[in-house]
């Protein structure tokens, strides 16, 4: 019997409404299965979410924009492809998605060089893409950048549409962990999550900071949640074993400092010994 059928008997447990409890955070994961940490198949999917695989044996594992944003570090992408391509426990596809908010970033981005006449820098970004010119739309990038990645891990490509019911954001933190975790353990109803598994693909303390203040500044705009709900903390959620969660703590702790955030962003943390 595979873990996802194995899960259909077991109830997410609904960690939102333990702290609203008074419960903390490492208090109520310890109320999740063991069977959510075990290593299965993943799919290296955008945080977004809104998106899960749509294979439901999959696990995500969660970068913005499945890394749209290591194109403007050359040696950070290309370190980043040559571990994926080898990793023993590689995802067994890579999605890209619609409406992807990371890939807007990188569509501005590159036509910020553009506009900024740096020919170099744009070359070598359309070179990695495969590309002679930008395409005429973000989400078109997305496709084109994942393809890309697909092709070069020797990982399967697939995209995810988007549902209409699932046409707003609704995020009220990140999962942020460097282990298997299976985040349907922990997401009830119409609860959403960030997730950030950069740290489990061998991202940088830098990348991953800007990865998870980007999608903080998302929660935080016109079209996440936090920007529709005064009171609520935004949680940063570090799931991780004694030496990583130190680490990821730190980075986290460094997001919740961003004066843009208005002290609106805790991090809260699980030690899986
Ligand atoms: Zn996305």
């Known amino acids: 019997m595979s873990k996802f059928e194995n899960m259909e008997n077991q109830n997410p447990i609904n960690i939102l409404a333990k702290m609203e409890q008074g419960i903390a955070f490492s208090a109520a994961m310890q109320e999740v299965p063991e069977v959510a940490f075990a290593h299965q198949p993943g799919c290296l999917c955008c945080s977004d979410g ?28 290309n370190d980043f492809v040559a571990k994926l391509k080898i990793n023993p426990e590689k995802p067994q596809i890579i999605a890209s998605h619609e409406a992807c908010g990371a890939a807007g970033l990188a569509f501005d981005a590159i036509k910020k060089l553009m506009a900024e006449n740096q020919d170099e820098e744009v070359a070598r970004i359309f070179a990695f893409l495969g590309i002679s010119q930008l395409p005429t739309t973000s989400d078109e990038l997305g496709v084109v950048y994942t393809k890309q990645l697909a092709k070069l891990t020797n990982i399967d490509y697939a995209h995810l549409e988007l549902s209409p019911e699932k046409e707003h954001h609704n995020e009220s933190g990140i999962i942020v962990t460097d282990l298997d975790f ?4 922990i997401v009830t109803g119409e609860q959403q999550f960030f997730n950030s598994a950069s740290a489990k693909l061998g991202l940088s303390d830098e990348y991953i900071k800007t990865e998870l203040t980007e999608l903080t500044k998302i929660a935080f705009g016109s079209h996440g949640r936090m920007g529709h709900h005064d009171n609520e903390i935004f949680h940063l959620l570090v799931i991780s074993n004694p030496a990583g969660a130190a680490r990821l703590s730190s980075i986290a702790e460094q997001v919740t400092n961003n004066q843009i955030f208005s002290g609106r962003v805790k991090v809260e943390v699980a030690v899986r010994e």
């Open 50 to 77: 809104r998106f899960s695989p749509s294979d439901a044996t999959l696990e995500k594992e969660g970068m913005a924009g499945q890394g749209i944003l290591l194109l403007f570090n050359e040696v950070e992408l």
């Open 182 to 185: 299976d985040e349907r353990f």
